[in-house]
């Protein structure tokens, strides 16, 4: 079983929601017996792949070809130029007549019987592939896009985050539904966004939520030794501005009644690359620390006794909300933070999202009894059934017929 998957970046490290969703998944298709042919981008601004990266990666598909970002002016012209048809980052992934034809090659060796596309932003090269190859074309949903997109130019603050976002957003309901119109079918990360594209007309969908795979699902839902340093936690990237805005509005509106009514409570934010909005929000609340860039994500969800999901924009399935339920801490979410996943999950959590209501379901966390002595733990596995890699398997005779 061989096929070919575009993704829009090398997925190691899998360092925000989208790339743990990718990553993962190439590593249930392994195991599942799937021989892949990775084509990624990767490089410019995002800095240069590293070897041990580049090698991580080869030990889980069989053939790799990373593209470089071109960043230069002559390059933004060009894309500037190509916004009557491609969107801002489809048309920074295009690739040269030399380089398409050397990679066709490479991919009529390989002997592909599927191209998959991940997400729509390598979808000229992942199309011309599928056509070159006469091969079907499959499409991975993370998000509607332009709904996706037209949040976080909504709610970015900076005129550069705006200018990027609006770029971003040109031509992309057009592309995204004539990347659906071509495939041979589909996997949502959303029951939400699958029901929503099949009111639409586009019946060849499947739902393939975020995978988790069993090593990470053992180790964090292991009983605890001991108990978390922290009271309340959150592990999120800390650049993206959906998760900005939910932030800053927990530290600001949130942690505030929390330490009125339980002076003393330890709180932590961990994440990635923590904006300048979110620095500042921190330094204005000393009582929470900063875990910058953690190197992996089970030690930190094991060590806290609440975990939190406070984001108010956004689309698909948010992964950190996958990653909380396998852990044993008590679990507090704003509605969109649970938005896309089955009922059965949802009950898992406490949902609020006011500034008061929160807090209280925050203190409510505090005060239950530990998830695994209650007779809600068998909720929360039933909860967790939907996201073990064996899924893969489920989806193999659609991408094989």
């Not at 990666?57 to 002559?74: A, K, Q, S, T, Y």
């Not at 332009?146 to 057009?174: F, G, K, P």
Request: aromatic share 8%.
């Amino acid at each position: 079983m061989r096929i070919t998957m575009v993704c829009n970046e090398l997925p190691f490290p899998p360092g925000h929601g989208g790339l743990v969703d990718v990553w993962r998944r190439l590593c249930a298709m392994k195991s599942a017996g799937v021989r892949i042919h990775l084509v990624c981008w990767g490089g410019g601004t995002a800095g240069t792949p590293q070897p041990e990266h580049l090698g991580k990666v080869r030990e889980v598909v069989e053939e790799l070809h990373v593209f470089p970002f071109e960043r230069n002016w002559p390059s933004r012209i060009e894309r500037m130029v190509r916004l009557w048809r491609l969107p801002w980052r489809v048309a920074s992934r295009t690739l040269t007549p030399d380089a398409f034809r050397s990679l066709l090659d490479a991919q009529r060796a390989f002997g592909s019987r599927a191209v998959w596309l991940d997400a729509p932003y390598g979808g000229e090269v992942a199309r011309r592939l599928a056509r070159e190859l006469r091969a079907p074309l499959l499409y991975r949903s993370h998000n509607i896009e332009h709904q996706y997109t037209r949040h976080q130019a909504r709610i970015a603050r900076t005129v550069r985050e705006r200018v990027r976002w609006a770029l971003s957003l040109i031509n992309l309901n057009r592309y995204e539904r004539g990347i659906l119109n071509e495939s041979s079918a589909f996997f949502d990360i959303s029951v939400d966004d699958l029901a929503h594209w099949k009111k639409l007309g586009f019946m060849s969908g499947h739902w393939l939520p975020p995978l988790v795979d069993e090593v990470f699902a053992e180790r964090l839902s292991a009983p605890r030794e001991a108990s978390p340093r922290f009271d309340v936690g959150y592990l999120g990237n800390l650049f993206m501005p959906n998760n900005v805005e939910g932030l800053v509005w927990f530290l600001e509106k949130v942690a505030p009644r929390l330490l009125d009514a339980r002076p003393g409570l330890c709180l932590f934010v961990a994440g990635s690359h923590p904006s300048d909005r979110i620095r500042a929000a921190l330094a204005a609340r000393p009582e929470v620390t900063l875990i910058e860039n953690p190197p992996e994500a089970v030690s930190i969800l094991r060590d806290a006794q609440v975990l939190i999901n406070p984001v108010f924009a956004g689309s698909g399935v948010n992964v950190k909300s996958v990653e909380m339920l396998f852990s044993p801490a008590e679990l507090i979410s704003t509605p969109q933070g649970l938005a896309g996943l089955p009922d059965e999950v949802k009950r898992c959590f406490r949902i609020s999202q006011d500034e008061s209501g929160f807090a209280s379901a925050i203190l409510d966390g505090l005060r239950a009894p530990p998830v695994g002595s209650a007779s809600g733990s068998e909720s929360r596995a039933a909860a967790r059934s939907y996201f073990r890699a064996k899924r893969i398997d489920e989806i193999l005779p659609i991408l094989f017929r």
